[in-house]
């Protein structure tokens, strides 16, 4: 096997900040440190020049929805629409795209709080725009969408279900059964087409993992068994979102499924944006809701329960107080029952966490809970006049995503994107990370850089302490940016007297100034294998 020697680079090691060069057997880095002293140590090597290149470990994104995050990218994206009449143009222009007229208009990403007319266009709107066609539109949480008249017709249960209305967006169990007929209605070759797209996406911006979040809710049996069975060189490792009572039955789905943990997108609770998130108090701008609740905290303990008794990962989606409360209650229980070891070793996780107390958040670090989260969210709903404080009001809003209050109580925590809800894009993920709306819930750009790389990793199981770095002994899986200058920053005064003191042997990262540009990905590598080039 010939020892593959890179040098002329930035290196991001933890061992060896000044790094130049690393050297590369087969899956494995075996080297990092300096140029001339790597020429020396390999004299056979194949070398190649990396130019001035920033080499860092790969990133993983822990929340993604594949199909949906291609259909996105190859269909209708909604997301830079600016009011009801541009969206009705959307997709009027979309209908008239399409050859087939049975075919239907998939499009996703709308977001009324931003219009002027702060409201989503009704059913007859949608159904004069679409000439009649089906139409599927998700909100940009994807806990609510609009059905045309010709969708809503595919699914005769409809209007007995919850979070039925007959002209405004759906959501709960009838969002579920609309979107379960739009997915049947998209040809095969789409959805295909979609996934390879999705993952062609994710390579090219320096992910090399994805954790893909599944469900019988979100997409089904049949889109995760196709997307695993997907020759593409990204990993992918599959949450199946569906609550089980015992041991037994968590192995019979993880079996029936093919995938590897049983958490994700098991909703406890839905959206802010879609007045789904379960609350405590009701919604600032909708006093007559609290919410929904889609799991009581008994079944939640079940849940764990059985995961942690069959060695399985469990997760829940949590974004509301209320959720977020009801998961704490259940974990507790289950500590109590099988002790704190037992639930720790599980490294079962909570996806999102956005409304979490002081004393919630030491119990999560107590019990070796992992907090996957999406710091982009912060990012596009955050900050005043934004979605935050439309649903919430000013005192509660800014008390979301706190990352700074997680990893101080010792949650670990994992970036994800949650695509098509945010981009997968890992360096704008972890400058909203760096760059809170809240003063004091940022977290420094080591520490979110860590989050999308070595945190994720682990919160996918894998723990050999080696996974998300670039140091020997690690998997060779590494993206290669072009990049500007590197810098070493801190959030705070204190952190910063010593992170950037040159004898605190912190490695540099690229400038995560909002203003500064964005690196772009040259190559991105998954255990010695390139998956991407540009």
């Known amino acids: 096997m010939t020892t593959q020697l890179f040098v002329g680079g930035r290196i991001y090691s933890p061992t ?75 997709v009027r222009a979309a209908a008239q795209r399409l050859a087939d007229p049975a075919a239907i ?73 609309v979107r379960r007929a739009a997915l049947a209605a998209l040809p095969g070759a789409d959805t295909d087409r979609a996934r390879r797209a999705a993952l062609d996406h994710a390579a090219a911006h320096g992910i090399a993992a994805v954790h893909e979040c599944a469900g019988p809710q979100v997409s089904g049996v049949d889109d995760l068994g196709a997307l695993l069975a997907l020759d593409h060189g990204i990993e992918v490792r599959a949450y199946w979102g569906e609550a089980v009572a015992d041991a037994d039955q968590a192995r019979a789905l993880l079996e029936t499924t093919g995938a590897h943990a049983l958490g994700g997108d098991l909703f406890i609770d839905g959206a802010l944006g879609s007045h789904t998130a379960w609350l405590h108090e009701p919604y600032a701008d909708a006093p007559e809701l609290t919410g929904l609740a889609h799991l009581d905290t008994d079944t939640i ?25 009801a998961a704490v209650e259940a974990l507790a229980r289950v500590v109590d029952e099988v002790g704190g070891p037992a639930v720790a070793a599980r490294g079962h996780r909570l996806d999102h966490l956005e409304m979490v107390t002081d004393r919630q958040a030491e119990a999560l670090g107590g019990w070796g809970v992992i907090g996957a989260v999406q710091p982009a969210f912060d990012a596009a709903w955050g900050g005043p006049g934004g979605l935050y404080e439309q649903r919430l009001g000013p005192v509660r809003a800014p008390a979301l995503n706190p990352l700074a209050k997680l990893a101080s109580a010792g949650v670990s925590l994992a970036f994800g994107s949650d695509a098509p809800v945010t981009a997968m894009d890992p360096w704008a993920m972890i400058r909203a990370a760096v760059h809170h709306h809240t003063p004091g819930s940022g977290i420094s750009p080591r520490a979110a850089f860590s989050a999308a790389t070595r945190g994720a990793w682990r919160a996918g199981g894998v723990r ?20 500007g200058d590197l810098v070493v920053s801190a959030p705070t005064d204190t952190v910063q007297r010593w992170s950037t003191d040159p004898r605190s042997r912190v490695p540099a990262l690229p400038d995560l100034d909002p203003s500064a540009p964005t690196p772009v990905c040259l190559r991105t590598v998954l255990r010695g294998h390139t998956v991407f080039a540009r």
């Open 16 to 90: 060896n900040p000044d790094a130049t060069a690393f050297a590369v057997d087969g899956e494995t880095v075996t080297w990092v440190g300096e140029d001339r002293v790597g020429r020396a140590l390999h004299p056979d090597a194949q070398v190649t020049d990396l130019g001035g290149a920033f080499v860092a470990p790969a990133f993983v994104d822990t929340h993604v929805h594949t199909t949906a995050t291609g259909l996105q990218l190859i269909g209708l994206d909604l997301a830079g629409v600016r009011s009801v009449a541009e969206c009705l143009a959307a």
């Open 105 to 177: 208009v998939w499009g996703h990403g709308w977001d009324e709080s931003r219009w002027p007319e702060r409201r989503a266009p009704r059913t007859g709107e949608l159904d004069a725009a679409a000439g009649g066609r089906s139409v599927y539109l998700s909100r940009i949480d994807v806990h609510s969408a609009l059905a045309s008249t010709a969708l809503r017709g595919a699914c005769p249960e409809l209007p007995a279900a919850a979070g039925y209305h007959p002209d405004q967006p759906l959501t709960g169990e009838a969002h579920h059964l």
């Open 301 to 325: 303990a079940a849940h764990l329960r059985a995961c942690t008794e069959a060695g399985i990962q469990a997760g829940f989606h949590v974004i509301g107080d209320a959720a977020v409360s």
């Open 464 to 483: 050999d302490g080696l996974a998300g770095t670039l140091v020997p002994g690690a998997p060779a899986t590494y993206a290669v940016w072009e990049a």
